[in-house]
């Protein structure tokens, strides 16, 4: 039987590595297989999934979220933090969808293991 992870990730897109290495973390586990992968994006994390990044040098989150999707991975970002950044109505990375904190908490309860960021 495959484990199921939770990932839960808060940092800023590109203000710190808190979440580019949440996402090689996911990456990673995919990648070994026998697992199955949630991500779930709150706080300043939801920026990421913008369709219109064009980050100039160093490490995409685009890509990486796209390598996710490929692989996957359910991708959502919390309501409220998108509302709260007046995000909610501006195109996203297609295949990423706005989730609710019950969301949350169902894949919490069904998760083998849940690592937050």
């Known amino acids: ?18 979440l580019f290495n949440a996402l090689r973390l996911a990456i990673a586990l ?3 297989g026998g697992v199955i992968l949630k991500l779930f994006l709150m706080s300043d994390a939801v920026g990421a999934a913008l ?7 160093g490490y995409n989150l685009r890509q990486m979220l796209e390598i996710l999707l490929a692989q996957g991975t359910a991708i959502r970002l919390c309501k409220s933090c998108t509302d709260a950044r007046g995000i909610s109505t501006l195109p ?12 949350l908490a169902q894949w919490t309860l ?3 293991k849940v690592l937050s960021f």
């Open 51 to 57: 369709a219109s990044q064009a980050p100039a040098e």
């Open 110 to 112: 069904a998760a083998d």
């Open 92 to 103: 996203l990375i297609e295949g990423i969808e706005i989730g609710t904190l019950p969301l």
């Open 30 to 32: 995919n990648e070994q």
């Open 1 to 18: 039987m495959k484990q199921q992870f939770v990932i839960i990730a808060n940092g800023a897109p590109y203000g710190s590595e808190s």
